[in-house]
């Protein structure tokens, strides 16, 4: 089992940046990959980016690539959403999950484990 606690969110200024933490409980953090996810009210789950065990390799989807950086630290069991260049299409609730594998990876069904999610809001 895994437990996951997300902070940071909040409301930012378009042009503004933001840093979610993603605080990991459970299992030894660096056996699994994490990846964040965001949700739009009424629209699917949207898969943001992912980072492997070690934090060597990370994979961010096309609409935030250059914006949004994803890192981790293992020695504190806490990965991070670095999010900058914040547009108001940006806001979302976001999740950060942990995998069930140790590489990055997009694929929903590979994220067992999630957190309760963080607010953000972007004003244009």
């Known amino acids: 089992q895994v437990q996951l606690v997300e902070s940071g969110g909040g409301l930012v200024q378009a042009g503004g940046s933001l840093r979610l933490s993603c605080a990991a409980s459970?299992?030894?953090?660096?056996?699994?990959?994490m990846g964040w996810f965001r949700r739009i009210p009424g629209k699917e789950r949207e898969f943001v980016g992912s980072?492997?065990?070690?934090?060597?390799?990370?994979y961010v989807a096309d609409s935030v690539k250059g914006r949004f950086t994803i890192s981790r630290d293992n020695a504190k069991n806490t990965a991070y959403l670095q999010m900058n260049s914040l547009k108001p299409e940006d806001t979302a609730e976001y999740y950060c999950?942990?995998?069930?594998?140790?590489?990055?990876?997009?694929?929903?069904?590979?994220?067992?484990?999630w957190g309760q999610g963080t607010q953000v809001t972007v004003s244009a």
């Open positions: 999950a942990a995998s069930s594998v140790v590489i990055v990876t997009d694929n929903l069904a590979r994220y067992p484990y």
């Open positions: 980072i492997n065990w070690n934090g060597r390799d990370t």
């Open positions: 459970g299992r030894t953090f660096r056996n699994y990959a």
